[in-house]
């Protein structure tokens, strides 16, 4: 059990060196790359999206921007020019992804066929929490792997 947490452990902090030694190929490019292609998706008209099963949007706003609050939320964790962004990076990729999310939506009242929905944006929101766990977990995980090192 131990050499399988060790493994584990080790994966972690080599991905967490990657990512804070490779931060512009690995977490920047991808979200400016990510969020443009959200911008171009959210602009084509309904009309054109095919519909497979009912409440396909919702899922799809959910994973979107759980995609897109994981990004940001590296982003703003491994930027070194702002402490305060850093050390709250949680909370400011939150509030970034509930305005985003509010903007997008009245962003698409423009948009024919689309409509500003409160229930899209809730899903915004529920994902986007969805992604800014994931990046605490894994953060949180490399801490405690760090500290157990530190005290053998």
């Known amino acids: 059990m131990k050499k399988y947490q060790m493994r584990s452990n080790s994966f972690s902090n080599l991905l967490y060196n990657y990512l804070s030694s ?4 690995f977490v920047y490019i991808p979200l400016i790359l990510y969020w443009i292609t959200l911008f171009v998706l959210t602009t084509i008209p309904a009309e054109k999206m095919p519909i497979l099963f009912q ?6 706003h959910f994973i979107a921007y759980g995609l ?22 949680f909370l400011f990729a939150f509030i970034f992804i509930l305005a985003y999310g509010a903007v997008d939506e009245l962003h698409q009242l423009f948009v024919p066929g689309r409509i500003c929905d409160i229930y899209d944006w809730l899903a915004d929101s529920i994902g986007g929490i ?3 766990t994931i990046v605490y977990l894994f953060l949180k995980g490399r801490t405690i792997d760090n500290q157990e090192k530190s005290a053998v």
């Open 22 to 25: 490779y931060t512009l190929y």
């Open 55 to 60: 409440n396909q949007d919702k899922i799809e």
């Open 68 to 89: 897109l609050a994981f990004l940001l939320t590296l982003a703003l964790y491994f930027q070194k020019k702002f402490t305060l962004l850093r050390s709250k990076a």
């Open 130 to 132: 969805f992604g800014i």
